[in-house]
């Protein structure tokens, strides 16, 4: 029997890169190596721009949030609703919108939990505080989540979460970690490396240290920027690359008060190919986030061959293990003293380094898409057959 799954992916005008790679990678995966038993079906509706087209011109934020609401509480519970006959399984990749499970048939659904961000205000209210409306919407998401027949976490650091927080029996959950794309290797495409180039300028120009991701809180732009400056005091060559968008208007504050300007490229979101080139011309990837449910950044540099400095939180040391070097959280000066331990045994032992960055290419090698879609496709027969708690 050939089951038919409808991969339910996020909107693509949200911005979520991972989790569209996510999405694109199940599917092509599944698409190449599970055909003998599953039929895989991408549903990615095009966002409705209702609120948007009444600005005239750029939406506020606030009109875009309308919009964003509107589209992920009315427009894509609507669309979802009338794929109940045409397919076997459905499968959320997404646990922010796993409100979708409620229009769909709870005991054939799967979603994918990445993290616990989405439900903090209701399972730590304390330490998020929203409105009433706000905490509305996040239980009915989350009640979704709690239908839903399984959950796939990408870490077990977040299906240990999900558990001791949430209340889901750990029996109906499963750890099934992310790949790195397939374009982060440590040797590249040529056409890539001019991409990179033509962003950032030729090779050598600067020693780069790259961060990886969006700026929204938990990822702690604040402490990479400090950790930066103090950098910068003994090796002016160093420049911090930025790739996910602008930062915040406190982040640009803080970058004009260290004075580090100049010393700063930001990217935009990049294409899956010059991203790749972007981490291996760089020295170091900087991971400062206080809260991680997997690390994708991590996995692809190391893929890459680039040594990574990371804080000193579970999800991270579950990826990368003996491959990178933790920092706690906050403490600038023991951030300064790791990186600079890398960066001159970067300059001064060419053996050591090359050593560490092997043993990041091998360590990022126990985790790829195909195994990811194996063990995704071995949760969809046991959903299939009822067993999936078993």
Not at 190 to 199: C, E, F, I, M, S
Not at 362 to 373: L, P
Request: charged share 25%; glycine share 6%.
């Amino acid at each position: 029997m050939t089951l038919r799954v409808a991969i339910i992916a996020d909107y693509l005008e949200e911005g979520w890169p991972s989790m569209d790679l996510v999405a694109d990678m199940l599917l092509d995966r599944l698409q190449r190596e599970h055909t003998a038993t599953i039929a895989p079906s991408l549903v990615r509706p095009a966002l409705r721009r209702r609120a948007g087209r009444l600005s005239r011109g750029s939406a506020s934020a606030w009109v875009k949030g309308a919009d964003r609401v509107a589209n992920r509480l009315w427009d894509y519970p609507r669309i979802v609703s009338g794929l109940a006959g045409r397919f076997d399984l459905f499968h959320i990749v997404d646990h922010s919108y796993a409100q979708l499970v409620h229009r769909l048939p709870a005991g054939r659904s799967i979603v994918t939990c990445h993290d616990l961000d989405t439900f903090r205000s209701v399972l730590d209210p304390e330490l998020e505080p929203r409105s009433a409306v706000f905490r509305a919407m996040t239980r009915h998401i989350l009640n979704g989540l709690r239908e839903a027949a399984h959950i796939a976490c990408d870490s077990h650091a977040t299906r240990d979460a999900l558990v001791g927080k949430a209340g889901i029996a750990q029996d109906r959950t499963s750890v099934v970690p992310n790949g790195p794309h397939p374009s982060c290797t440590p040797q590249g495409e040529a056409a890539a490396d001019v991409d990179a180039a033509r962003l950032l300028g030729p090779r050598g120009d600067f020693v780069d240290l790259l961060h990886v991701g969006s700026t929204i809180a938990r990822k702690r732009i604040d402490l990479l920027l400090r950790v930066f400056d103090s950098l910068r005091t003994a090796h002016r060559q160093l420049r911090l690359v930025r790739v996910g968008g602008p930062f915040t208007a406190p982040q640009q504050a803080l970058v004009r008060e260290l004075g580090l300007g100049d010393a700063i490229a930001v990217l935009p979101v990049l294409d899956r190919s010059t991203l790749a080139s972007v981490y291996r011309r760089s020295a170091l990837l900087l991971m400062p986030s206080e809260r991680e449910g997997f690390g994708l950044p991590v996995l692809e540099a190391m893929a890459c061959g680039t040594p990574v400095v990371a804080s000193d939180v579970p999800a991270l040391r579950e990826v990368a293990g003996y491959a990178a070097v933790y920092c706690p959280l906050d403490d600038v000066a023991a951030w300064h003293q790791a990186a600079t331990r890398l960066l001159d045994e970067r300059s001064q032992q060419p053996a050591q380094w090359t050593l560490r960055r092997e043993a990041g290419i091998r360590r990022a090698a126990a985790f790829s898409w195909s195994r990811y879609a194996s063990d995704v496709a071995a949760i969809y027969a046991r959903v299939a057959t009822g067993s999936a708690s078993s």
